[in-house]
């Protein structure tokens, strides 16, 4: 029998991503919306002035915003620079914190054609930061398993996820190895379960897969849109799987029988 896949709102979203849990309600961006959404009991939008494209919890209080011209703060929806990167014609994508709540990763991209020009880069609470990778066309798909010692990362265009293995007291990655390779579709946002495996949503597959520890497709869920984005657990068991989608199709949610992990939030 299929998995049941509803919408749970009508959102609007021209392109949904990063999805977060905070315990009581969900968090997701619309990157050319531009817009930082949240829903609880209704849908409540946050307009912005330049592409937000990721966010991420502060163990302060508040987000992170990783924006066109750098990362910035958001709290009782106003926003505040912490770092300026010149990024030229790139913007930031993908983001999220690793486990320990040390370091927020992120990525840079460039519409529409997709140099192999984009950066991932760590940041610090303090908002120190590095180039972590170069050449990169589309970041995507930044997970980190239960025990933190394993880094995912996705490059979508070249339809490969890489897995690393991850220092999280300095934030260095070693052993880099190709974790999977989907196709047709291409591997956008990820999230990770209890038991250690990693859901992908595949855009322009209409599907999210999930891969065991050993990188082996272990399910599929057929996701009424074309385009799925990312995906993250939630509810007060963390439980629901939502997924966020392109071209207005809506956030939906499904009870795939697995719980998942509550969310890293950056320290400091």
């Not at 924006?67 to 030229?88: D, H, K, W, Y």
């Not at 999220?96 to 840079?108: E, K, L, P, S």
């Not at 007291?169 to 990693?198: I, K, Q």
Request: net charge negative.
């Amino acid at each position: 029998m299929a998995l049941q896949v509803e919408r749970v709102v009508d959102s609007g979203d021209r392109l949904g991503e990063c999805p977060l849990w905070d315990g009581r309600a969900l968090w997701w961006v619309d990157i050319h919306g531009p817009a930082i959404k949240r829903y609880e009991t209704a849908l409540e939008e946050f307009a912005l002035a330049q592409p937000v494209g990721s966010i991420a919890f502060r163990a302060q209080g508040g987000l992170l915003a990783a924006m066109q011209t750098g990362i910035f703060s958001f709290a009782e929806g106003r926003l505040e620079p912490l770092v300026r990167v010149e990024n030229g014609a790139f913007r930031f994508n993908d983001g999220r914190v690793d486990r320990a709540g040390r370091f927020f990763w992120c990525g840079t991209m460039r519409e529409p054609d997709h140099p192999p020009g984009g950066a991932l880069y760590r940041f610090s609470a303090e908002m120190d930061f590095l180039v972590a990778r170069a050449g990169i066309r589309v970041p995507n798909g930044l997970a980190w398993s239960p025990d933190g010692a394993t880094m995912y990362f996705a490059d979508s265009p070249r339809h490969k996820i890489w897995a690393f293995d991850y220092d999280a007291d300095c934030g260095a990655l070693s052993n880099e190895r190709l974790f999977a390779a989907p196709h047709p579709g291409f591997p956008d946002g990820s999230c990770v379960d209890a038991e250690g495996c990693l859901w992908n949503a595949e855009y322009g597959g209409a599907r999210v897969a999930r891969y065991t520890p050993a990188g082996k497709l272990d399910r599929v869920i057929e996701v009424p849109a074309q385009n799925p984005t990312c995906c993250c657990f939630g509810g007060s068991r963390l439980d629901t799987l939502f997924i966020t989608t392109q071209g207005g199709a809506g956030l939906f949610a499904c009870v795939p029988g697995v719980a998942g992990l509550p969310e890293a939030r950056l320290r400091g």
